[in-house]
């Protein structure tokens, strides 16, 4: 009796990876096919199912071997990969590295095959678990990295489109848990994660984002001959050198005195973009909002070792897009559809400010002149006078205006008394205007 109490303890966990599963499906998950009722049941199914199969086992054993019996088989893999998950998270240590390679072996042969697709979403969901708990013990993590996980990423990059969430999901959790044995494959990698950066899903652009940062911290320190810290340096400056390009695409009739990039960088090998697409502006858009995002995080994350922060292109950046006014956009043309998009391309720029500010912290206190200029600059820009405001616009802009605004709390608080100063220094100038019409569009 004790023995069947334990097991069905040990089948609790089971059942949260299938609710699991199945939220993440109804939520909108990849794979959705709407037939949710159907895959309810069939999981429902396949939860009484493994539990009246472990109610009476008294031997781990047992249980691993009914595992792989149904590891075998197509037509019951599903149950086996839950079971796995099972057997992967409330295994004893000394179980677990017994193991490992042969379920890790399991696991990559179902990212392999055409099995369907929620099976393999479930393998790359173990995967992740079974890497994780792995890193951690030295003597297998060795093996792992050596013999596995190079043909591991492989098999992820070669994953159908329709699985690229999982496949981005179990790429990043090679590069966390076993970056130096990705090293060889980072060129891959790159081109990968930046052809899914104009993806038209924000779960798959977010993903690639996040993987993308942290290719320089691939290989072992000296990664096709570069080490970690001139690799994470050449990456920023690529993406500047592509996020100013980019920005002058899309506004250089309206620019009229832009701050150019003179740095090392050189543009990214993105696809290239057709000048005949009617949405071209749109795509340029999206395309500036990923490489923005990636720049800050990659400014915002926590790097093995010191790096440089080239702090003046950064800002050079940031005061060239913010210095584009709605107010010389042209309407004629594509001038419009540019004025639409303009506020999104200000709260990016924004956006990287802020990680500037937070990375680097009180070592910015040369800069706080520009920086103070930055957040009134904008906020007038973009506020709407109380005696011009168009009833039902009243919150006009209130995205631009929210960014802003909580740049500069994040600016004030990292900087300190210097930026303060200076904003007391601009009560009567532009900063006293900009924040009641500001108060008053929000």
């Not at 080239?310 to 559809?337: A, F, H, K, T, Y």
Request: net charge positive; with cysteine; charged share 20%.
């Amino acid at each position: 009796a004790a023995a069947a109490a334990a097991m069905a303890g040990r089948c609790r966990p089971l059942e949260r990876v299938c609710q699991l599963l199945l939220k993440r499906r109804l939520d909108g998950g990849p794979g959705l096919d709407g037939q949710q009722q159907q895959q309810q049941q069939l999981l429902a199914h396949i939860v009484r199912q493994l539990h009246g199969l472990t109610q009476n086992l008294s031997d781990l054993g047992t249980l691993i071997s009914i595992s792989n019996t149904r590891l075998a088989s197509v037509k019951t893999r599903f149950e086996g990969v839950c079971l796995l998950a099972l057997l992967v998270s409330d295994s004893p240590t000394d179980v677990f590295q017994d193991h490992c390679i042969s379920w890790l072996r399991a696991l990559q042969h179902i990212i392999q095959s055409h099995d369907p697709q929620p099976t393999v979403e479930l393998a790359v969901w173990v995967l992740r678990d079974l890497l994780r708990y792995s890193a951690q013990l030295p003597e297998l993590a060795r093996e792992v990295a050596m013999n596995h996980i190079p043909s591991l990423v492989a098999s992820l990059l070669a994953l159908k489109p329709e699985c690229q969430l999982a496949a981005m999901d179990g790429m990043k959790t090679c590069m966390t848990c076993y970056p130096r044995a990705c090293g060889s494959l980072r060129g891959k990698l790159a081109a990968y994660f930046l052809g899914k950066l104009d993806s038209a899903s924000p779960q798959v652009q977010e993903l690639a984002c996040q993987c993308y940062v942290l290719l320089p911290s691939l290989g072992t320190g000296f990664a096709q001959g570069m080490k970690y810290t001139e690799s994470w340096g050449q990456q920023v400056h690529c993406l500047l050198a592509t996020l100013h390009s980019l920005a002058g695409e899309m506004y250089a009739e309206t620019e009229t005195d832009p701050v150019c990039y003179e740095g090392p960088g050189v543009d990214l090998p993105l696809p290239l973009l057709s000048d005949t697409d009617p949405f071209l502006v749109l795509r340029l858009r999206q395309r500036f909002s990923a490489l923005s995002k990636c720049l800050s995080l990659i400014l915002g994350s926590d790097f093995p070792v010191p790096v440089k922060i080239p702090v003046q292109d950064v800002l050079n950046l940031v005061c060239r897009v913010l210095n584009i006014s709605p107010r010389s956009m042209s309407w004629i043309g594509e001038g419009p559809l540019k004025l639409l998009v303009l506020p999104t391309i200000h709260c990016d720029a924004l956006d990287i400010l802020s990680s500037l500010i937070t990375a680097c912290r009180k070592r910015l206190l040369r800069f706080a002149d520009i920086i103070c200029r930055l957040f009134p600059q904008v906020l007038t820009a973009w506020a709407s006078p109380r005696d011009t405001a168009v009833p039902g616009q009243e919150r006009a802009y209130r995205s631009v205006c929210g960014t802003g605004t909580g740049a500069r709390r994040g600016a004030v608080g990292n900087l300190g008394r210097a930026l303060r100063r200076c904003s007391t220094e601009k009560r009567h100038g532009r900063w006293k205007e900009a924040i009641p019409e500001w108060r008053h569009s929000w």
